[in-house]
C-alpha cells in the first residue's frame, strides 16, 4: 500500500490572516491576542513528545510497558468528537486553565464538521484517531476489518483538518486485538489506553456532572495520576469539566501535554475512499440542508461493513473498559442513543 506524509502547508505556516480563508463565513472570527494565564490556571506543566516508532503503547490500565507519568501528574483526553455543542465547552474549560488535551476523533464525525476539527488544533490541542466509525470492537472483527476502520479513521480526519494529525490511536471500547496491534507498529502509530475512566456515558441524567467530577476525583485521589478519559460528545463531562480543572488546580495536580515527535502518515486508497465519503456527506446536506450536522451519515463503502457490531449491552458491563454504553443496560435506549450519535451506521 501506497503511504504518504500529509504534504498540506500547516495551519501555522498559512499566518493567522489567511485562516479566515479557510473558514466558513459564518464562523470566521478575530483571533484572539495571548491571553495571560494567572497563577490560578492549570497551564501545561510538561510536554512530552511521543516517538511513536514501533508503536510504544501507554495507559497502565492495560498497557504495562510503559509509564511516563510522575505523581501527581494527569494526562486529558477527549474521545468520539466532535460534536461541536459539547466540544467547543470542553474546548472553552480547557482556555480557561490554559491547558491542552488529546482529542481521539471519529472519521464520520469529524467529516460532520471539519471546521470544529480546525478548531481543535488551532487551540493548540492534540489530535488523534478513534476508528472511522466507532462501530466495532475492534478485539472482534477481522484484522481486514480493523485495518479498514483504522486507516478510513484516520484519513478522514487528516481530510477535515487539512494537515496531519499525531500518529495517535485509541481503540473503540478499548477492545484490541494482535493483527490490529501489530499494524499499528508497522505503522508507526502508539496505542493509546486509560488510567482513570471518567463514566462519562454513564451519567446522563440529571446530577451527571456531580457524578462525573466525584468518580474522577476519587479515582485519582487513589492512584495520584494517569491519563483521563472524557468524551466531548458528553454533556456530562461538558459541564462538569471547569470544575474538575479547578479541583485539579487546587489539589495540586499536574497537567502534561502530549505531542507526537512525527507526524500521521496516511494510505492513498483510504485517502481517496475518506474523499468520496466526503463528497457524499456534502451532497446530502445540500439536499437536506436542515439535516442536523454530525447526527446522521450516509451508509457508504467505508462504513457498509460486514463483521462483529459495536457489543450487546448486558448488565455486567465492567467499567475497566471504554465504551458507549449506557447505564440502564436497555439494548432499546442503547440503540437510540448510537443512533442519535453516530448515525444509522451503527445499527444496521
Ligand atoms: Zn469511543
Given at each position: ?28 472570527r ?28 501507554y ?18 483526553t ?79 480526519i ?71 478519559l ?10 462538569a ?55 446522521t451519515?450516509?451508509m ?49
Open positions: 500500500m501506497a503511504i504518504r506524509l500529509g504534504s498540506w502547508p500547516t495551519l501555522a505556516a498559512l499566518g493567522a490572516a489567511s485562516l479566515f480563508l479557510l473558514l466558513p463565513a459564518t464562523e470566521q478575530p483571533v484572539q491576542a495571548a491571553k495571560t494565564c494567572g497563577s490560578d490556571t492549570l497551564g501545561v506543566a510538561r510536554t512530552v513528545a511521543i516517538d511513536t516508532t514501533g508503536g510504544p503503547r495507559g497502565l490500565m492495560q498497557y504495562k510497558e510503559h509509564d511516563f507519568l510522575a505523581d501527581g501528574e494527569v494526562v486529558l477527549f474521545d468520539d468528537g466532535p460534536m461541536r455543542r459539547h466540544t467547543q465547552a470542553v474546548l472553552d474549560a480547557l482556555e480557561r486553565h490554559c491547558t491542552k488535551g488529546t482529542f481521539f476523533m471519529v472519521g464520520t464525525m469529524a467529516l460532520s464538521d471539519p471546521a470544529m476539527v480546525r478548531e481543535v488544533a488551532l487551540r493548540g490541542h492534540t489530535v488523534g484517531s478513534h476508528t472511522w466509525s466507532h462501530r466495532y470492537q475492534l478485539g472482534k472483527v477481522t484484522p481486514q476489518r480493523a485495518t479498514q476502520e483504522i486507516e478510513l479513521g484516520i484519513s478522514a487528516q481530510l477535515a483538518l487539512g494537515e496531519p494529525i499525531a500518529p495517535f490511536f485509541r481503540f473503540p471500547f478499548l477492545s484490541d486485538q494482535k493483527a490490529a496491534m501489530a499494524h499499528l507498529g508497522q505503522r508507526n502509530i502508539s496505542a493509546f489506553s486509560i488510567d482513570v475512566d471518567s463514566l462519562d456515558y454513564r451519567s446522563r441524567g440529571p446530577g451527571g456532572a456531580d457524578q462525573v467530577f466525584r468518580r474522577v476525583m476519587a479515582d485519582l485521589a487513589q492512584k495520584r495520576k494517569g491519563i483521563l472524557f468524551h466531548d460528545i458528553q454533556p456530562s463531562t461538558a459541564a469539566l471547569p470544575r474538575i480543572l479547578d479541583a485539579l488546580k487546587q489539589r495540586g495536580f499536574k497537567v502534561v501535554h502530549l505531542t507526537a515527535k512525527s507526524k500521521q502518515t496516511t494510505v492513498a486508497e483510504y485517502d481517496q475512499q475518506a474523499a468520496q465519503e466526503a463528497s457524499r456527506r456534502k451532497t446530502v446536506i445540500a439536499t437536506a440542508p436542515l439535516s442536523p450536522r454530525a447526527v451519515w450516509p457508504g463503502s467505508g462504513a457498509a461493513a460486514t463483521g462483529t457490531p459495536a457489543p450487546a449491552i448486558t448488565q455486567g458491563w465492567s467499567p475497566t473498559t471504554e465504551g458507549q454504553k449506557p447505564v440502564s443496560g436497555r439494548g432499546a435506549d442503547d440503540a437510540d442513543w448510537r443512533r442519535s450519535v453516530f448515525g444509522n451506521s451503527f445499527n444496521d
